[in-house]
């Protein structure tokens, strides 16, 4: 059987073979690929590398699901700046021991995930490696007046999160502890499993900001690397402050229910991957915006002008000022909180 | 002395602001950097992977050299395509005990081989692993007449190598048994340990060819597979033959010193790594081109059509047509050969 083979049985030519299957075929053959921007949109290039036991391992992350988390990652660091996206490239350095179905899986997960978008694999390389390492780079187009950036948030503007956070933190906790004792349904468990192993670039937000209003200013980034650190970002990037109002931040009725026994607060600050956007815009079109949300996308507080000049950012709890973990909540930030 | 740190003394955010003083100041703080193509040009994306121990060593290249070695490698791919290079991104895993001074020797020669073409680097990804990991991906631009695709020779056209062959191959040679005695002055020596070490991608072919003929149909690649490789692969994707003179194919005075002890002749058509462009045009053109090069520079052939339908690779000598070793010459493609 195939799927028993491994790499070096297989051989380069063999494997590359393999993957063409995932990729355009319009693009085998030559040095580069060749691709199309749309005319007065400029190019969009985001860059990320995974490496295994560090972003991945087989305990918690089958081939298809590295290859699905490592398109969306990709795909949302486009979402975060407003991009469309054109296509990817995959670097893949593996050892000869790698079975062949495994890299067939990461290509399956690479594109099913990307076939959503309509977003072809448009060349890489392969080569040999003691380590698995996946580098992607992904293309995307953006309108010069449909950039969103980190430093372009203003004071009054909301800020919007584009659905729940932690839900990943906890999958991947009930992934590493698969013995743990909960209060979940296997429902329930599902749902933050799900939320670990197959996030959603939120490319569908950018495209109905656009067409609510295809030239609003609008700041914001992903959260890849945890709400509490884009919140920072964009604070620190536009010189402004903000006020987060905790209550308002939704979360999924399974991560609440972990509430008791968990850190939850600090998943939903700090855990990352969710990969939502935390957009800031004036709060209007926020509203327009939320309309077209599902129910877990919330306005969780305004951007206030920095004074004095270090930004900072309070965190509300029914309209009292708490003082959270400040090196957890933020970590590498605390200067930052109120 | 910040040169005897390790990359982990360091830390990310430490080795990340090393990083960007060697990344265009723009790019820095959003998830993806934004790039201009001119109008009517379309993107040419091309990726590479470099590990350690596979592609490079300490015993023969140096941090600076591997990172110089890299970006040629891509804007090689880009010359290759007839596409000016529009910026790189750069993709590095490292292990913890990386000194910091080879990452910064790593930057610092992939910028002096970028700067030459006024290349930024534009983006990036910067994370541990056990094994070195440098994925490149550069990007490009090009104007639909003007790529240079491996699938549009045709019989009669002249097959151009813009210079030498062989030598980067025995350069490599020279570096792995420094102890070798061999008749070459050290000013030989040097002439072929450089060629390893310091290759040029030959971007300036590309502008000259364009100046003489905008819009001249060409044919062609990179010979960093090897010469041989180039041509059996040109005349696959364009389903044409090809005759080589081997008498006229140029040979450094370095290298024709090495002769009697050495497969020369292997080097030149299986070496690799000498990232020469292997073209094919109207002859007229070729001799127009030849014009402009420097000696080393020749054509060596002609394409024919292809009768009977397999693609048939002649070899000839002082006008006999000879048998080389076939396995040697064009490894994994001894059926094409006549």
Not at 32 to 59: E, M, W
Not at 168 to 197: C, F, M, W, Y
Not at 201 to 206: S, T
Not at 229 to 252: E, M, P, T
Request: glycine share 8%; aromatic share 4%; net charge negative.
């Amino acid at each position: 059987m195939a799927q028993d083979k491994l790499s070096k049985d297989l051989g380069e030519q063999g494997l590359l073979k393999l993957i063409q299957a995932y990729c355009a075929t319009d693009i085998v053959g030559d040095d580069g690929a060749i691709l199309n921007l749309k005319p007065s949109y400029q190019l969009v290039v985001t860059t990320d590398v995974l490496v295994d036991q560090v972003h991945f391992s087989d305990r918690t992350t089958s081939a298809v699901d590295v290859g699905w988390r490592a398109a969306t990652a990709n795909l949302s660091d486009l979402a975060a700046m407003g991009a469309d996206p054109i296509g990817i490239t995959v670097g893949l350095s593996l050892p000869g021991t790698t079975p062949t179905s495994w890299v067939e899986d990461l290509y399956r997960g690479l594109s099913r995930c990307l076939q959503q978008f309509d977003t072809p694999i448009v060349g890489g390389d392969l080569t040999r490696s003691e380590v698995i390492t996946v580098a992607i780079t992904a293309l995307g187009q953006v309108q010069s007046k449909q950039i969103i950036a980190r430093s372009q948030a203003q004071p009054g503007d909301a800020i919007l999160i584009t659905g729940y956070h932690g839900n990943s933190r906890a999958g991947l906790e009930l992934l590493l502890n698969p013995e743990l004792k909960t209060n979940l349904s296997d429902r329930e468990r599902d749902v933050l499993i799900k939320a670990h192993q197959r996030p959603q670039a939120r490319l569908d937000v950018v495209n109905k900001l656009r067409s609510i209003d295809p030239e609003a200013r609008v700041a914001g980034m992903d959260s890849s690397d945890g709400l509490g650190d884009a919140i920072v970002q964009i604070c620190n990037l536009s010189k402004v402050s903000a006020d987060i109002h905790l209550d308002k931040i939704s979360r999924s009725p399974s991560l609440q229910k972990l509430t008791t026994h968990y850190p939850v607060s600090e998943w939903i600050f700090n855990g990352g991957e969710d990969f939502e956007l935390v957009l800031t815009l004036e709060p209007q079109l926020a509203h327009k915006l939320l309309t077209t949300l599902t129910p877990d996308a919330a306005i969780i507080g305004q951007i206030r002008a920095t004074k004095p000049e270090v930004p900072q950012i309070r965190i509300f709890d029914q309209q009292q000022i708490i003082k959270l973990e400040e090196s957890k909540l933020f970590q590498g930030f605390q200067h930052f909180l109120g």
